[in-house]
C-alpha cells in the first residue's frame, strides 16, 4: 500500500497540484489525503471507501486506475490472509453476540414480534379449568332463579287456589 501512496505524493509533486486542491477536488480531509500518500490503510474505516478513494484518486492524477486498484486488491489480500482463523472466528462471534443483543433490546411492535415460544400444555390446562369452572357457576346462577321463579309461581299457585277456596266457602 505504501507503494501505492508514494506514486500518489510523486504524480501529485510532479504535476505541481497542491494537497489543498486535492482536497478540495476530491472532496477529502487532509488527513484522508496524508494517511493514503503515506500508506497508512488502519486510519480508514471502510475498505470500499479507501477503494473508492483510490479510483477518484488514480483518474484524477491521470494514473493507471486498474492498476493501482489490482495493487491494492493484492495488498489486501496479502494483509487479510496473515490474519489467524481463531480472531475471525472470535471476532464473528463477538459481531453475533452484539447483533443479537441489538436484536433483544430493539423496540418492537407487538404485531411485528416475534414470540418466544411457551409451554403450552400448562396454559392449555389453566384455560380448560377457568372454562369448567365458569360454565359451572353460569348454571348455577341459572338454577338458582329457576328455582327462584318456580318459589314465586308455587306461592301464587298456592295463594290463588286458596283465595278460589275461600271464596267458595263464603257464598
Known amino acids: 500500500m505504501k507503494e501505492i501512496g508514494e506514486s500518489f505524493r510523486n504524480a501529485r509533486e510532479t504535476i505541481g497540484i497542491s494537497k489543498e486542491e486535492v482536497i478540495k477536488d476530491l472532496n477529502i480531509t487532509e488527513s484522508q489525503l496524508d494517511n493514503l500518500e503515506d500508506g497508512n490503510v488502519n486510519a480508514f474505516k471502510d475498505v470500499f471507501f479507501l477503494k473508492d478513494i483510490i479510483k477518484k ?5 491521470n494514473l493507471n486506475e486498474e492498476e493501482n486498484i489490482d495493487k491494492f486488491n493484492d495488498f489486501m489480500f496479502n494483509y487479510t ?7 475471525i472466528l472470535e471476532q464473528t462471534r463477538e459481531i453475533q453476540l452484539q447483533e443479537s ?3 433483544e433490546n430493539k423496540i418492537v411492535s407487538p404485531y411485528t414480534m416475534k414470540r418466544k415460544k411457551k409451554n403450552n400444555f400448562k396454559s392449555i390446562i389453566v384455560y380448560s379449568i377457568g372454562v369448567i369452572v365458569l360454565v359451572l357457576l353460569i348454571l348455577l346462577f341459572i338454577k338458582f332463579l329457576i328455582d327462584k321463579q318456580n318459589k314465586k309461581i308455587g306461592s301464587n299457585f298456592v295463594n290463588e287456589r286458596r283465595n278460589v277456596l275461600w271464596m267458595y266457602l263464603t257464598k
Do not use: N
Not at 484518486?57 to 492524477?61: A, C, I, K, V
Not at 490472509?81 to 480472531?87: K, L
Open 57 to 61: 484518486y488514480s483518474r484524477y492524477l
Open 81 to 87: 490472509s496473515r490474519i489467524p482463523i481463531e480472531d
Open 101 to 103: 443483543e441489538k436484536e
